[in-house]
C-alpha cells in the first residue's frame, strides 16, 4: 500500500484498486499530534514531580519517545483513513442543484 515511509503507490499489487481517490490530508497528522503531546507531556511532568531532573533530562527521555511514537503510528493511521475513505465511499462535498 505505501511507497516509501507515507506515500501511497498508485495502485494496490494485489487487487488493482487505484488509490487516486484517497486524500488522508491532516488527520492522521493530527491525531498522532494530539496522542503523542498528551502522552510526551504527562510523562514529562510524572518525570518532573518525582525526580525533579535537569532539562536535558527531559530532552533526552521525552523527544525520543516523541519520535518513536510518532513514526510507529503515523503511517497505520493513514492507512486506516484510506481504509476508511474506501469503506464509507468518502468524495469531495458538492452543493446540491
Known amino acids: 500500500m505505501f511507497q516509501g515511509l507515507l506515500t501511497l503507490k498508485p495502485r494496490c499489487e494485489v487487487c488493482g484498486l487505484d488509490y487516486a481517490f484517497a486524500d488522508s490530508a491532516d488527520g492522521p497528522a493530527?491525531?498522532?499530534?494530539?496522542?503523542?503531546?498528551?502522552?510526551?507531556?504527562?510523562?514529562?511532568?510524572?518525570?518532573?514531580?518525582?525526580?525533579?531532573?535537569?532539562?536535558?533530562?527531559?530532552?533526552?527521555?521525552?523527544?525520543?519517545?516523541?519520535?518513536?511514537?510518532?513514526?510507529?503510528?503515523?503511517?497505520?493511521?493513514k492507512g486506516l483513513m484510506v481504509f476508511l475513505q474506501f469503506r464509507n465511499k468518502a468524495?469531495?462535498?458538492?452543493?446540491a442543484p
Open 30 to 77: 493530527v491525531f498522532v499530534m494530539l496522542t503523542t503531546g498528551f502522552a510526551a507531556v504527562g510523562l514529562a511532568l510524572f518525570i518532573e514531580a518525582m525526580w525533579e531532573p535537569p532539562f536535558w533530562v527531559h530532552l533526552i527521555v521525552t523527544l525520543p519517545l516523541c519520535a518513536l511514537i510518532c513514526l510507529a503510528t503515523l503511517r497505520p493511521l
Open 91 to 95: 468524495e469531495q462535498g458538492r452543493l
